[in-house]
């Protein structure tokens, strides 16, 4: 079978609600970013559908799968191509028989191997390890190690890394096997948005 997840980069988490929220995914996108999750907290339905729907309209003009974060019913109604799932939310099974064969479920695996067996084995379409670095928005995370990236290779899916990635400690995540890097505060807290997320493509670019 197919992967679901094709492909390698920059995977771009928003980090709303901000006025500004479908302007500089736009700028991410044309920047060169190949994933995006639409990530808000807030209880707010009717914006939240909104700009979801919006997104998910530039990311199909792109090309690139829009994932959201923890909500399965607004994944559905917003027609994005997948969920991503953390540790407290929605059982990966239950979430595959609402979105279907074909969407795209990720997981959050922090620093557990174990629990990256497990998910792999329950069909997770792509597996995300960090914090690797000190993160502004989780700044109490657990911490991950680069061996974790390369122990997962044996599992043959997409491995994400996320937590404090920059543009100049990104590299070393690559080689340790991060088919995505996943990035918030250091695209969409860039003056320049489209600037930061084409730094970011570019480690993808073979020297």
Request: aromatic residues 6%; charged residues 20%.
């Amino acid at each position: 079978m197919q992967a679901r997840l094709q492909g390698r980069g920059l995977y771009v988490i928003t980090d709303g609600p901000r006025p500004d929220l479908v302007d500089v995914v736009a700028k991410a996108l044309a920047g060169g970013a190949r994933l995006v999750q639409y990530r808000d907290k807030s209880d707010d339905h009717t914006r939240r559908l909104s700009e979801a729907s919006a997104i998910q309209a530039l990311c199909t003009a792109h090309g690139v799968p829009m994932i959201v974060n923890d909500d399965v019913a607004l994944a559905l109604a917003a027609g994005a191509s997948g969920v991503h799932l953390g540790e407290d939310d929605s059982d990966l099974a239950a979430a595959r028989a609402v979105l279907g064969p074909d969407a795209i479920i990720g997981v959050s695996c922090y620093d557990s191997i174990e629990r990256a067996r497990e998910l792999a084995a329950a069909g997770a379409d792509y597996l995300a390890f960090g914090a690797f670095f000190p993160s502004p928005t989780k700044p109490h995370a657990r911490r991950a190690s680069f061996e974790l990236l390369r122990q997962a290779a044996a599992l043959g899916l997409p491995r994400v890394a996320i937590g404090g990635i920059t543009p100049d400690n990104g590299q070393p995540l690559i080689d340790a096997g991060a088919d995505y890097l996943a990035v918030i505060s250091a695209v969409f807290g860039d003056p320049d948005v489209q600037g930061a997320a084409t730094r970011f493509a570019q480690l993808f670019i073979p020297h």
